[in-house]
């Protein structure tokens, strides 16, 4: 087990053809109540949604335990809505904060990093669980996601 001393044991019975999808889900959900119980919560810099863990001090992005690579500007757009979770920020709000810099009015550029940004960490990135578009204002992230803590 991932980060210490796991106590118990667990049977799971399955009727479903996949199995493997399950043992996997469970193993994520164990491992990042470990992870709750080694490191703390979103002082250690680390945020937990739904098979998705976002550390902000080591910069990685792990999804139903797959590490996700991430430049450094998708990073920076998804720390800054998961730590906002469910309050929504135009692209100028995004840009600003991201590039640290006034906004010039390309809209494309922080859309094609929120399309860049959804394909690696969402099943169906035209259907979006994380990073939800709110038509005519903006981004936010899904603020019916459990946090895990």
Same mark, same amino acid.
């Given at each position: =087990?991932?980060?210490? $001393?796991?106590?118990?044991? @667990?049977?799971?019975?399955?009727?479903?053809?996949?199995? %493997?999808?399950?043992?996997?889900?469970?193993?994520? *959900? =164990?491992?990042?109540?470990?992870?709750? #119980?080694?490191?703390?919560? @979103?002082?250690?810099?680390?945020?937990?949604? $739904?098979?998705? *863990? /976002?550390?902000?001090?080591?910069?990685? @992005?792990? +999804?139903?335990?797959?590490?996700? %690579?991430?430049?450094?500007?998708?990073? !920076?757009?998804?720390? #800054?809505?998961?730590?906002? =979770?469910?309050? /929504?920020?135009?692209?100028?709000?995004?840009?600003?904060? @991201?590039?640290?810099?006034?906004?010039?009015?390309?809209?494309?550029? /922080? =859309?094609?990093?929120?399309?860049?940004?959804?394909?690696?960490? !969402? $099943?169906?990135?035209?259907?979006?669980?994380?990073?939800?578009?709110?038509?005519? /204002?903006?981004? +936010?992230?899904?603020?019916?996601?459990?946090?895990?803590?």
């Amino acid at each position: =087990m991932m980060g210490g $001393d796991f106590f118990g044991k @667990v049977l799971i019975l399955s009727f479903k053809d996949n199995e %493997e999808h399950i043992i996997n889900r469970i193993l994520s *959900c =164990m491992n990042k109540e470990i992870e709750i #119980l080694h490191h703390g919560n @979103v002082q250690s810099g680390q945020l937990y949604f $739904d098979g998705l *863990c /976002v550390d902000e001090q080591k910069r990685i @992005v792990v +999804r139903e335990n797959n590490e996700i %690579e991430l430049t450094y500007t998708e990073f !920076e757009i998804l720390l #800054l809505l998961a730590q906002n =979770m469910g309050k /929504v920020f135009s692209k100028e709000q995004i840009y600003d904060s @991201v590039w640290k810099e006034p906004y010039f009015g390309d809209h494309n550029i /922080v =859309m094609s990093h929120i399309r860049n940004l959804r394909g690696k960490i !969402e $099943d169906n990135p035209s259907k979006p669980i994380y990073i939800q578009t709110v038509w005519g /204002v903006g981004y +936010r992230f899904n603020k019916n996601l459990s946090s895990g803590l």
